[in-house]
């Protein structure tokens, strides 16, 4: 289970705390109530017309945000791909 908080691995733990952040796993990231942020979208467009073009920081932006799911929906597979460019 991942922390919805923190988005931490929560292995073997049977507490309905995070064992990192401490907050309680059964509360919803306040990021997830399903509202669209239309500033995090328009960051996220950004950053990935900019990584496409090659620009490095951007890249690694775009790895951010895909890790976040700022802007977009959460995707680790894309994030260490953008970490790793």
């Given amino acids: 289970m991942l922390c919805p908080h923190c988005h931490r691995e929560q292995k073997d ?3 309905k705390v995070c064992i990192f952040c401490k907050k309680n796993l059964s509360l919803p990231h306040p990021a997830d109530d399903g509202v669209i ?3 995090a979208v328009t960051k996220f467009k950004t950053a990935k017309a900019k990584a496409s073009g090659g620009d490095a920081l951007e890249q690694y932006r775009l790895g951010l ?3 976040q799911g700022s802007g977009c929906e959460r995707n680790l597979n894309q994030a260490v791909r953008f970490f790793e460019i």
């Fill in 65 to 67: 945000l895909y890790y």
């Fill in 37 to 39: 942020d239309s500033e």
């Fill in 13 to 15: 733990n049977a507490q």
